[in-house]
């Protein structure tokens, strides 16, 4: 007899982790609950003391033996200052834990820990008010800039910094495996090499597609991922785990946890209150067809639905295509900067909820260092052709604090293009 599937939701001050088993009892789960001091009905918000700590270490510790994975977990508790809060759920069936719910939880438990000598208090001494009035201002936030689409889309994000490895796939449990890029199966191909979902070139260690092929992860490493390189040279310093040092046409940089000018060949620096802004020239060129393909690839690679994936046939063909024309036009990517670097590389995912043919059916927006490109998949089954997603962001006046630049993709010659670094100054 097949047993449920129960998962734990684990919410900290500095990670969060899901933990599933699949042969995980009922009895089982209250065993756990029981040795942390809780029952299935108790608050999910909790106190790491050195006992919860201790234990939690213990269990996932004694996992490694059989799941090496669970390293990551015991390296991010390790972490955990004692004292801090927490918050654990529990979920039975295999019932996935809502994106958006997992975003909300983790600003909640950010606003706890805002509270001054939050560590000296316990449970009951909380200030309510005070953090449910900041967690309010940063729902605010996370309806105007994490996820602005949230009646229309359904929202997913991941980020490459996470300790522990996340592996997608489509076709868990399935004997014969197909690669989702050249339909290929496993009797004509091999998967043996990591593929990594997002470039490793972008820092990325942590996140691979278990569906993509050795054969197709060679094509891809060998041609479209060089454009998005070349076209990310400047914000890859800011993700890169090693020290860098990165030659421009008009200046040179180095990267040692600090992005510094170590030389300067040109009137490339225009100095500013609060940050000195540069303008880069880079040597490489990079096809801009071609990176829009490898964008579309990093989203396609994400994917864990296959019904979504099966909506997507036409955009997968052409992403592993070498041909550079196209049946159709391409939507205009929007490329915004902000002042703040993101040190990983994160994937915001809006998949549309409704019928409507006329909202594509993916949109994205990828975030590394200072810039954030918005771009949606072409040629879903399930969206009318000749959609223009710089239209639709101006509609529904999403981002309308940030100053877009929409940049066509339909170029099939190599280019350069200057990009801005801005580096903000010592306090």
């Not at 015991?74 to 994106?99: A, D, R, T, Y």
């Not at 300790?163 to 496993?186: H, N, P, W």
């Not at 170590?262 to 540069?278: G, T």
């Amino acid at each position: 007899m097949n047993l449920p599937i129960f998962s734990f939701h684990f919410f900290f001050s500095e990670c969060s982790f899901t933990y599933e088993e699949e042969e995980l009892s009922l009895a089982d789960v209250c065993s756990f609950f029981e040795k942390i001091g809780l029952n299935l009905g108790s608050d999910p918000l909790q106190k790491l003391t050195s006992g919860y700590k201790q234990f939690l270490l213990e269990h996932f510790s004694e996992l490694t033996k059989h799941n090496p994975e669970f390293h990551g977990v015991v390296h991010s508790i390790k972490n955990e200052p004692e004292n801090s809060f927490f918050m654990v759920f529990h979920l039975g069936n295999g019932q996935p834990f809502p994106q958006e719910q997992f975003d909300k939880i983790d600003l909640y438990v950010d606003a706890i820990h805002r509270v001054e000598n939050i560590e000296k208090l316990e449970l009951n001494e909380l200030p309510m008010d005070e953090i449910n009035k900041l967690y309010q201002m940063y729902i605010e936030y996370y309806k105007n800039h994490l996820n602005p689409f949230e009646e229309l889309y359904a929202y997913t994000s991941i980020k490459s910094n996470s300790k522990v490895m996340t592996k997608i796939s489509s076709q868990e449990g399935t004997e014969v495996k197909l690669c989702r890029f050249c339909f290929k199966d496993s009797t004509k191909i091999t998967f043996k090499k990591k593929a990594h979902a997002i470039s490793r070139g972008l820092g990325n260690i942590s996140i691979f597609c278990l569906d993509e092929c050795d054969e197709c992860n060679e094509h891809f490493g060998t041609t479209i991922e060089n454009d998005l390189m070349a076209f990310l040279s400047v914000q890859r310093m800011s993700v890169v785990n090693k020290a860098l040092e990165v030659p421009y046409e008009n200046l040179k940089l180095k990267n040692d946890g600090n992005i510094t000018v170590i030389e300067n060949i040109s009137e490339s620096i225009v100095e500013h209150e609060d940050f000195a802004e540069l303008t880069l020239e880079p040597k490489e060129k990079f096809i801009p067809k071609n990176l829009y393909k490898a964008l579309c690839k990093v989203a396609l690679s994400i994917i864990s639905e296959q019904a979504d994936l099966d909506s997507l046939q036409d955009t997968i063909k052409w992403v592993r295509s070498t041909e550079l024309t196209s049946h159709d036009s391409l939507m205009n990517i929007g490329l915004f900067h902000e002042l703040n670097a993101e040190l990983h590389v994160k994937i915001h995912m809006w998949t549309r909820k409704g019928e409507d043919k006329n909202l594509p059916f993916k949109i994205i927006r990828l975030e590394i260092g200072q810039t954030s490109i918005l771009y949606a998949l072409p040629f879903a089954s399930n969206q009318n052709s000749g959609l223009d997603l710089e239209s639709l962001i101006n509609k529904l006046k999403i981002f309308k604090d940030k100053e877009i630049a929409w940049k066509s993709v339909e170029d099939v010659h190599p280019i350069k293009i200057k990009t801005t670094l801005r580096i903000p100054r010592k306090t």
